[in-house]
């Protein structure tokens, strides 16, 4: 079982972003998602869930953040837009195989190893 993010980068202040998390099978469809970004010297901070199959209940912990999944391609999507220096961090996607949404990082079940975004002008 593997979770491997992809799209990460350095970007300038203003711009946009999309994350990608592929999942290694299908099962991850019954899995709820979510984000969560660590800066250095800082806690792991939770950004984004998503729940299980259609993906009806998401949350973003900010408005310019956009959490989507497409199961057909077992893939978890993250887009961000008007980026600040602040966002500079290591993001993660993880998947929790209670089904059920959550901020906690220790209710997900796997994890990626992470991809880099850095905003820098």
């Known amino acids: 079982v593997q979770l491997v993010e992809y799209g990460g980068g350095l970007v300038k202040p203003g711009d946009s972003l999309k994350l990608s998390c592929k999942a290694s099978?299908?099962?991850?469809?019954?899995?709820?998602r979510g984000w969560f970004r660590q800066a250095p010297g800082k806690e792991r901070e939770f950004v984004a869930y998503?729940?299980?199959?259609?993906?009806r209940n998401k949350y973003h912990a900010d408005s310019r953040f956009i959490i989507t999944r497409d199961n057909t391609k077992n893939t978890l999507y993250f887009q961000m837009n008007d980026l600040n220096p602040a966002d500079t961090a290591k993001y993660s996607c993880?998947?929790?195989?209670?089904?059920?949404?959550?901020?906690?990082?220790?209710?997900?079940?796997?994890w990626g190893q992470g991809t880099q975004v850095t905003v820098s002008s």
């Open positions: 993880a998947a929790a195989t209670s089904g059920l949404v959550s901020r906690k990082s220790e209710d997900y079940t796997y």
């Open positions: 099978d299908h099962t991850f469809s019954n899995y709820a």
């Open positions: 998503i729940s299980w199959a259609a993906g």
